[in-house]
Nanobody, 127 residues
Framework: QVQLAESGGGLVQAGGSLRLSCAASGRTFTTNTMAWFRQAPGQERDFVAAFGLSGGATNYANSVEGRFTISRDNAKNTVYLQMNSLKPEDTAVYYC????????????????????WGQGTQVTVSS
């Protein structure tokens, strides 16, 4: 099993920045793809960004490309999501996810491909 714990959410004004963290523990050596998703009230869980642990390749949703950056710290078993130029439409609960599979770019965008999830952290962007 792999446990994921997000932190770093909060309330920020439009144009501001936040950095989310996802600390992984347990059988982390079984994971191959890490990702962030988000879910706004009444909406489906949407893909935000993903990171392939073997090659380091990243991909992003069009809505966050150029504003958000996914990265990792191997020593800390932690994945980050740096969010800049935040907009009110970025308001959502953000979830960290891990897959034991090496997912191709298109597959990374489906929440069904992930085996483990964190509890989520709320991000609220005021206008």
């Amino acid at each position: 099993q792999v446990q994921l714990a997000e932190s770093g959410g909060g309330l920020v004004q439009a144009g501001g920045s936040l950095r989310l963290s996802c600390a992984a523990s347990g059988r982390t050596f079984t994971t191959n793809t890490m990702a962030w998703f988000r879910q706004a009230p009444g909406q489906e869980r949407d893909f935000v960004a993903a990171f392939g642990l073997s090659g380091g390749a990243t991909n992003y949703a069009n809505s966050v490309e150029g504003r958000f950056t996914i990265s990792r710290d191997n020593a800390k078993n932690t994945v980050y999501l740096q969010m800049n130029s935040l907009k009110p439409e970025d308001t959502a609960v953000y979830y960290c996810a891990a897959s034991t599979s090496r997912l191709f770019y298109s597959a990374r965008k489906s929440h069904r491909q992930y085996d483990y999830w964190g509890q989520g952290t709320q991000v609220t962007v005021s206008s």
